[in-house]
């Protein structure tokens, strides 16, 4: 048996549970102490997000209440584990629809599938990690404008989270013989010229973060 508190002040809390390949789980879910749900599944599919996908759960609550007690009991799998990546009050459609190892040209090529599709409202996507090996600036900053603008096309008052993607390795341990290694000067040159095309292009809309800044100063050992 899982427990925990809420506070919304809703006649519905959202839960957003990550699907798993491995340690998947059966269980029930009760909602201040009524049965609210029978046999949630986690199980994931390989072929969707790499079977880590986020399942999305609607349970029902009084809204005479702000504090509910949410309980996972009869939970049945093998070696269970249950991953809660989010709770609101807010019935909200997260697509989770990335694609590793690849470049802005693979999201250019296939942009209905991946996000035109859905006209978002908050697009948070990070690229130019594989760029960086196999396309040079010039060609980095095309793709993204070209991306950009389909983007507001289809979406003209979408919000832009852009990750600006990590290091390919860490400086105190340079493998100059990894096939995807590329030198901190490399990378300082693709990172600013991603941030000049997200200042450019994003129109108040695109906000930056990067993602190598966060862990300066860390050793390997804190990673």
Not at 162 to 189: C, M, N, Q, R, W
Request: proline share 4%; hydrophobic share 40%.
């Amino acid at each position: 048996m899982l427990s925990f508190s809420v506070n919304v002040k809703s006649d519905k809390i959202v839960l957003y549970l990550q699907e798993r390949l491995d340690s998947a789980c059966t269980f029930d879910i009760e909602v201040d102490g009524t049965l609210a749900l029978q046999n949630v599944c986690t199980e994931g599919k390989a072929e969707y997000f790499a079977g880590y996908a986020l399942k999305q759960i609607i349970l029902p609550c009084s809204l005479e209440k702000y504090v509910h007690e949410i309980v996972f009991t009869n939970i049945r799998g093998s070696a269970p584990k249950i991953t809660i990546a989010g709770i609101g009050a807010k019935d909200i459609k997260i697509n989770l629809t990335g694609k590793g190892s690849m470049t802005t040209t693979f999201f250019l090529e296939n942009f209905e599938e991946r996000i035109g599709q859905y006209k978002p409202d908050l697009l948070i996507i990070t690229l130019g990690a594989n760029d960086r090996i196999y396309d040079a600036p010039a060609v980095l900053r095309k793709h993204l404008s070209e991306l950009f603008a389909k983007v507001f096309e289809v979406s003209p008052e979408c919000k832009i989270l852009f990750l600006i993607p990590p290091a390919s390795h860490h400086p105190d341990f340079p493998i100059k013989d990894f096939p995807g290694y590329t030198s901190l000067d490399t990378i300082e040159v693709y990172d600013r010229v991603t941030q000049e095309i997200c200042d450019e292009e994003g129109k108040g809309q695109i906000e930056t973060l990067s993602i190598r800044k966060l862990f300066e100063g860390l050793k390997v050992e804190d990673w």
